[in-house]
């Protein structure tokens, strides 16, 4: 294998600029999630139900999932491609006991101006500050509900929350911001907790994003009318504290956000369901199993970890990576029939596996 030096072209951003990798519809490869293990210590009824992931379920192996040199290696070649954004996700990645080291390699890559991770952070207290140290810039929480009884149920009867709410005052003490926190809104489950979260988060910093129920993977039993739609969330909101649009952060950016017109902070809205963005969608996801998929909704994937193991340089590797993004044309979203049955039994990647 050999990398790219500091002085690669990739750290001039007009280069980078010029040679971005676009897909079929013109959407430039900007975002890399990597999946570090497809294990987590919750169970979650809409990711990993208990019935399903059980004592006896064979996950991954050490051998079947690739290595942190061999997760460096697709993060080096991708960010020669204009990736600059790339996200650490599992299952829950905290579970890696070597994370701070690839936090530490990943960090370094010329190009990579944006390094998160996505938790329960249910093991982060302790950890903040290592990976902080290691170049880490920020972590998003997923926290489905502040209500103990809720909030168990959706973690499968997992969760501690205190144990979360301490990981997060370590993140935000070790600089890892801004935080944000991500709620999964489930008609029926937890939506009668959301503003109670709200209130609990408006004037820390943190950003709170509600996200529609999502048709991710085939075990969730996902239907239509177990959404709440964005806009009734907002509407709910609005009754309780007047809030603003505000305008993207970035090309790309999967929230809308608004701001509370009183300055306590802003949240977003992801709506993948009722108001999709398939057109700006710029993240590819590399499986724990070095499968890069390039949907969150995709029925198939490439594989990787083949090639690599079999001695592909950069160069090949990078080849690989063009002619993915090159024939890409997903457009799952836009494309989603929440009427039409057969269009949801097609078999999805699941989300424990790519990370959401």
Not at 114 to 128: E, F, G, K, S, Y
Not at 228 to 235: G, I, M, T
Not at 254 to 263: I, K, L, M, P, T
Request: net charge negative; with cysteine; charged share 25%.
């Amino acid at each position: 294998m050999h990398g790219m030096t500091s002085h690669s072209k990739a750290d001039d951003p007009i280069s980078r600029e010029s040679t971005r990798t676009l897909d079929a519809l013109d959407r430039p490869l900007h975002d890399l999630r990597i999946s570090l293990l497809d294990r987590c210590n919750f169970r979650c009824p809409y990711c990993m139900p208990e019935t399903e992931f059980h004592a006896d379920y064979e996950f991954l192996t050490r051998a079947q999932r690739l290595t942190h040199d061999e997760m460096l290696m697709v993060a080096r070649v991708a960010s020669g491609l204009g990736v600059s954004k790339i996200r650490l996700t599992g299952g829950e990645p905290l579970l890696d006991k070597k994370l701070p080291e690839l936090v530490k390699g990943l960090s370094g890559l010329p190009g990579v101006d944006d390094l998160a991770l996505t938790t329960n952070a249910t093991l982060l207290a302790p950890l903040a500050g290592a990976l902080a140290d290691a170049g880490l810039h920020r972590v998003t929480i997923s926290l489905d509900s502040l209500d103990e009884d809720v909030f168990r149920t959706m973690s499968g009867g997992r969760g501690n929350l205190t144990t979360v709410l301490a990981g997060i005052e370590a993140a935000e003490k070790a600089g890892l911001s801004p935080i944000k926190i991500n709620v999964v809104v489930e008609r029926g489950v937890n939506d009668h907790t959301v503003l109670d979260l709200l209130e609990h988060f408006r004037g820390s910093g943190h950003i709170v994003r509600l996200i529609e129920f999502m048709d991710v993977g085939n075990r969730n039993g996902w239907r239509m009318e177990q959404v709440v739609p964005s806009r009734e969330l907002l509407e709910r909101v609005q009754e309780r504290w007047p809030v603003t649009p505000v305008g993207r952060n970035y090309p790309g950016e999967v929230a809308r956000r608004y701001a509370y017109v009183d300055g306590a902070g802003e949240i977003g809205f992801i709506s993948s369901v009722t108001e999709a963005f398939c057109g700006s969608c710029s993240r590819a996801r590399l499986s724990a199993d070095g499968v890069l998929y390039t949907c969150l909704f995709a029925t198939q994937g490439t594989d990787l970890r083949e090639p690599i193991r079999n001695g592909a340089d950069d160069d090949e590797l990078g080849d690989i990576l063009s002619r993915i993004w090159l024939q890409r044309a997903d457009r799952y979203s836009e494309l989603r029939r929440p009427d039409v049955a057969e269009h949801h039994a097609l078999s999805k990647v699941e989300m424990y596996r790519i990370g959401g």
